[in-house]
């Protein structure tokens, strides 16, 4: 096989070893890689903690909403019930969707990939430990505070889909919807930094060895969430911003009075909000595919088919967002689309489910508790997807649309597409971060409960919807023939609520989380998170040959405890781990991996007090959590770009790799490309909505901005393109002071201040007002966006002359400078878009 990087594959011909490896180097591990204790666990960033942290607290907003959802299964047991006031039903139901789609689902699948994907790679950790950290914190305090607003009457009421104009300031002049758009937009910048982790992680830490045909299929379905996270949540995240600025400014973007449409935050929210469901669907699949085998003892069947699924999931997904629109009045020829898109994307997960099936037919399946919730998971999940075909369906959407039939079909989606798998999931993996395992039966117990109730209470939802029952009703009038169904629906709650309060006491008595010494691979997996582990991870990291390692070498376990392959000890005496080809998983180069700090903790608190106290109006002290957010951001970064004393060192076998990579190969170069992809996903959606808004409403247009600012603006943001990039340049050539690339560097990003600067200027000589017209406020939003990225190229520059003053650019190349100079050479090429396509559209 052609090697990908030159790296020779004959040397992993030398593992395992024979050789002994010294006690020195293990009690080295350990002091490197040593437990935090009290306080210190703020500032934890190993992904044995944060991982288990990040799935305590989703677990955690699952009860809570869980709590909502039986309040509000009372109040509709029978009519005109008095449980809970209109008001405060409104707001129950809007933080019931909201907390279980944006702090539940989505944060829960994430957390299981930030505790799972190192153990199954065989990293140390993830390449960003203190981004994983960021985003945890930055989730868990900024969703305590979204949830505590519901104690003080201050909880969103306009659904969790939010739609205008119910959530203009004419409609809800209070501060209840702008906990929702701030606070959601800034917990889906949290989502963002952990799906940049994962999809770095995956693509880039694999055991070497690891080639994509031998990575297990949960890591391809995390890559593939990853990437749907990547595409889809900058449409909400815009979405939010838009709906914010029209409520804090005036900007119509969906006043239609004024040249907005309303409908337009259906396409930006559904455009991610249908994705999301796959999103939350395919790590859960990925989870059963890894836990199916193992339990039905034999190998899973159609391993490449499911990869398959998971890449056609992905791709189909984002032709179905207007799947929620039919009823809008959109044109045939588009609804004919969606409708195909809605039924196409069935033939994937289909092919999942007869994977799944036909592993339990050919195995030998043992009927414990996670096999239970594996098949009351697929079940579900099937009953759901047959009346997802139904809904895509237009005649029959139009009918079944806004009633009752809808809510059982989602809550079938989604629990059995993913709540199932996470029970699952905790009693197989439990053994790997507990020193003891769930009990078997306490279980069953619980997932009888769960599954007869789940099906208690949302069955008998079909009938009443089809009897007519709206959804997103707060009461109804007797004599409907509603009751009866709907007390079934009620007591089925109680008896899911029974189930889930019978794991919580299996946790209580069972549950011992430990990072050494924990129950073992008790269901006899294959994969390698079932490897003997520290904080460290695995004691060396294996060579890998086959997608069950595990099965195909029993002594495979042994050699890697015995430090018998990659990176026995510390080679550095820092945190490392191997980084490798994205193809081929062959070695590239050691990574020095940051330490705790306090810093990524701090920075998450302050980032979520500058959007809460924006929130309530108190914008001076939010302006301060926002100065220092940034500065701790900054000081985080500080240590993580030290090249080390040893530029190559020897990682085992005699095998030597460099310990610092600039440019493509590195890391931190992938990962700033996935944030520039995020930031061009933004830019793509202000686009959609500005030329989305022209096509709707014409009349609104004005003659737009004179094409001669053209001729000071475009040779600006040139100007901070070419001196960016030649700052790199300048840094290789010995023969220049090294001040030089730090000042061609800052002098970039002052021209592309300049130029952001000049099209506002031209823009406000043409008379253009944000808050007069939907094409003034999609104009200005598009300049608003360029200028953020502006501000943050001029922070660059100063933290790159900071860093030069101490000496810490270094030559040839530096990853500081290469990573600013990508992203202002980027923001020069979309300001340049920018004004061109705002001047060119309209007149």
């Not at 030398?14 to 306080?39: H, M, S, V, Y």
């Not at 099906?455 to 009703?473: A, C, D, E, Y």
């Amino acid at each position: 096989m052609r090697s990908e990087t030159g790296f020779d594959p004959a040397l992993y011909d030398r593992f395992p070893t024979n050789e002994e490896r010294p006690p020195e180097e293990l009690k080295q591990l350990e002091a490197i890689w040593c437990k935090p204790r009290g306080w210190q666990l703020l500032t934890a960033v190993n992904n044995n903690y944060v991982g288990f942290f990040y799935v305590a607290a989703a677990f955690l907003f699952f009860l809570l909403v869980g709590v909502l959802a039986l309040v509000m299964r009372v109040q509709l047991t029978l009519p005109l019930q008095g449980v809970l006031p209109q008001e405060t039903y409104n707001q129950f139901f809007t933080m019931h969707g909201t907390v279980m789609m944006f702090l539940f689902a989505v944060p829960m699948v994430e957390a299981i990939g930030v505790l799972l994907l190192p153990q199954m790679l065989a990293a140390r950790d993830l390449p960003f430990p203190r981004l994983s950290a960021y985003a945890f914190w930055a989730y868990f305090v900024g969703g305590l505070c979204f949830f505590a607003s519901l104690f003080f009457g201050l909880a969103p009421d306009g659904g969790w889909f939010m739609y205008p104009p119910y959530t203009g300031m004419a409609y809800s002049p209070g501060i209840n919807a702008d906990f929702w758009l701030l606070g959601i937009g800034f917990i889906e910048i949290s989502a963002i930094a952990g799906a940049i982790e994962i999809i770095v992680g995956v693509l880039r830490t694999r055991a070497p060895g690891m080639t994509l045909e031998r990575m297990p299929v949960y890591a391809w379905a995390m890559l593939v969430f990853g990437v749907m996270i990547v595409i889809a949540f900058p449409s909400v995240i815009l979405g939010t911003l838009l709906l914010e600025l029209e409520r804090a400014f005036n900007w119509p973007f969906f006043d239609p009075t004024r040249g907005g449409d309303a409908l337009l935050w259906q396409h930006l929210f559904w455009f991610f909000g249908h994705p999301e469901v796959y999103i939350i669907f395919l790590p859960a699949s990925g989870l059963v595919s890894m836990m199916v085998a193992t339990l039905a003892r034999t190998r899973l069947v159609g391993h490449a088919l499911i990869v398959l699924a998971f890449l056609a999931t992905g791709f189909i997904s984002f032709g179905v967002w207007a799947h929620h629109m039919f009823t809008t009045g959109m044109p045939n020829l588009s609804v004919g689309f969606f409708s195909a898109a809605s039924m196409a994307v069935s033939v994937p997960a289909g092919i999942q489910v007869f994977s799944w099936i036909a592993t339990l037919a050919i195995g030998r399946p043992r009927f414990n508790a996670p096999t239970l919730f594996l098949l009351g998971g697929l079940v579900t999940f099937v009953i759901g997807g047959l009346t997802g075909v139904m809904v895509a369906m237009v005649p029959f959407d139009w009918q079944a649309h806004d009633s009752y039939f809808i809510v059982a079909h989602l809550h079938y989606v989604l629990i059995g597409g993913m709540v199932f798998p996470m029970f699952a999931g905790f009693y197989y993996w439990t053994p790997m971060t507990s020193s003891r395992p769930l009990s078997e039966r306490l279980g069953k117990w619980s997932f009888w409960l769960t599954f007869t109730g789940m099906q208690l209470t949302f069955m008998p939802m079909h009938l009443t919807g089809l009897m007519g029952m709206p959804r997103r009703v707060y009461t109804y009038l007797p004599g409907r023939e509603w009751e009866v169904t709907n007390v079934v629906s009620t007591l089925g709650a109680f008896a899911m609520g029974a189930g889930v309060l019978v794991f919580l006491i299996d946790l209580a008595r069972n549950f011992r989380f430990t990072t050494d010494d924990d129950a073992g691979n008790v269901y006899g997996g294959g994969t390698l998170e079932w490897l003997p582990t520290g904080l460290y991870s695995t004691r060396s990291i294996p060579v890998v040959k086959s997608l069950e390692p595990l099965w195909d070498d029993p002594e495979l376990a042994e050699n890697v405890e015995a430090g018998r392959y990659f990176l026995p000890g510390s080679a550095t005496g820092l945190r490392e781990t191997i980084v490798t080809s994205p193809l081929r998983a062959e070695p590239q180069y050691l990574q020095i991996m940051p330490g705790p700090s306090v810093w990524p903790f701090l920075a998450a608190v302050m980032t979520a007090g500058f959007f809460i106290l924006m929130t309530i109006h108190a914008y001076y002290p939010s302006f301060a959590c926002g100065i220092f957010a940034i500065i701790c951001v900054l000081r985080w970064l500080w240590d993580t770009d030290r090249p080390v004393g040893q530029e190559v060192v020897d990682v085992g076998a005699g095998i030597r790799l460099p310990t610092y990579v600039t440019g493509p190969g590195s890391h931190g170069w992938w990962a700033m490309v996935i944030l520039l992809v995020v930031i061009g996903m933004i830019f793509v959606m202000g686009v959609f909505s500005f030329l989305y808004l022209y096509g709707v409403q014409p009349r609104f247009w004005t003659k737009p901005a004179d094409l001669g600012g053209l001729a000071l603006i475009l040779p600006a943001y040139g100007a901070a393109g070419g001196l960016a990039l030649w700052s790199r340049h300048m840094l290789a050539r010995e023969a220049t002071q090294l001040w030089t690339p730090g000042v061609l560097f800052l002098c970039g990003a002052l021209a592309l201040a300049v130029g952001i600067g000049a099209d506002i200027w031209s823009w406000n000589r043409s008379g253009l007002s944000p808050s007069a017209s939907g094409q003034g406020a999609s104009v200005y939003a598009l300049l608003s966006l360029e200028a953020a990225l502006a501000f943050i190229g001029l922070l660059m520059a100063g933290y790159l002359s900071a860093r030069n003053s101490r000496g810490m650019i270094v030559r040839p190349r530096n990853n500081s400078l290469d990573l600013c100079v990508l992203f202002v050479a980027y923001a020069a090429g979309q300001g340049a878009l920018t004004a061109i396509l705002t001047r060119v559209v309209g007149g």
